[in-house]
């Protein structure tokens, strides 16, 4: 393995989060809420195409229409606003649920595969842009991924994720709760360095993250949070208080790395296909 390529897989390594901790809660920390998918894809149809250099680049490899492949698409945040130049959407998830919620929000025609990628890259039909929001933290083999995004791509490939790894902010509740020191990479930087390492001639654009949905009340927030820290019930009321130390404003409950004042930046990765990874 690569140098870059190492250093990404042995940082995310990082991430596992001890039995003891798993084993006390029902629900798995890795399992996503569709709910919070849905109002973050209603956010986007409401921001649109126009929003932010990851939809510019998709936009523009679009031109004038044509059809988008989108891995890891949740409900369609990543997608669904570039309607007005989709012919076609094919659309990968791992949630059939999900899914689901994308196909209600749509118009388009729609392909949607459950499955996770890049197990299933070879029952996957090729687009003419590819995207992939916010998965990159979830895949050890970047450079695979990469590969495959790029094999499926008639144009271009845009990829998005935050600059550092978006659990990091929550690494103060995990001390205070479990009393476990959490990583803080790996970051874009690194995904980055991998990407160019495997032969791509990757452009980067950031921009501050933009304020995300609300959550429906605090509690809401509470339990979506205790989810992903494997936190049980009878202990909300101090994941609550250190929610409020943390700066949550319980009158306008927002995830910590979606508030306005946030440390977290959205960093857009694209390449185009002319540059494709040596097999």
Do not use: K
């Not at 950031?206 to 019930?233: E, K, N, S």
């Not at 306005?260 to 494709?276: F, S």
């Amino acid at each position: 393995m690569t140098d870059a390529a190492g250093r990404w897989r042995e940082q995310l390594g990082g991430w596992g989060v001890p039995a003891h901790i798993t084993e006390g809660v029902a629900d798995s920390p890795w399992e996503h809420q569709v709910g919070t998918f849905a109002r973050r894809a209603d956010q986007a149809l409401a921001l649109g195409a126009e929003d932010g250099p990851s939809m510019a680049r998709a936009r523009e490899a679009l031109a004038p229409t044509g059809t988008v492949l989108d891995i890891g698409a949740g409900a369609g945040a990543s997608s669904l606003p570039l309607a007005p130049q989709m012919t076609e959407l094919i659309a990968v998830d791992t949630n059939e649920a999900m899914l689901a919620a994308l196909r209600a929000r749509t118009s388009v025609p729609t392909t949607a595969i459950v499955g996770r990628w890049p197990d299933i890259a070879d029952d996957t039909p090729a687009a003419d842009v590819v995207v992939c929001h916010h998965i990159a933290y979830n895949v050890p083999d970047l450079a695979e991924l990469a590969r495959q995004l790029t094999a499926h791509a008639r144009r271009r490939v845009v990829m998005e994720l935050t600059n550092t790894h978006p659990m990091a902010v929550l690494n103060p509740l995990w001390e205070r709760l479990h009393g476990l020191e959490r990583p803080t990479g790996p970051t874009a930087a690194d995904a980055a360095a991998v990407l160019a390492e495997a032969g791509l001639d990757v452009h980067e654009e950031r921009r501050p993250r933009p304020v995300g949905p609300a959550h429906p009340d605090f509690g809401a927030l509470v339990a979506g949070t205790a989810r992903r820290l494997c936190v049980p019930a009878e202990r909300f009321g101090e994941l609550a208080q250190g929610l409020l130390d943390l700066g949550v404003d319980p009158t306008d409950p927002r995830d910590l790395n979606s508030t306005a004042d946030g440390p977290m930046e959205l960093v857009t990765l694209w390449w185009d296909v002319r540059n494709l990874l040596p097999a």
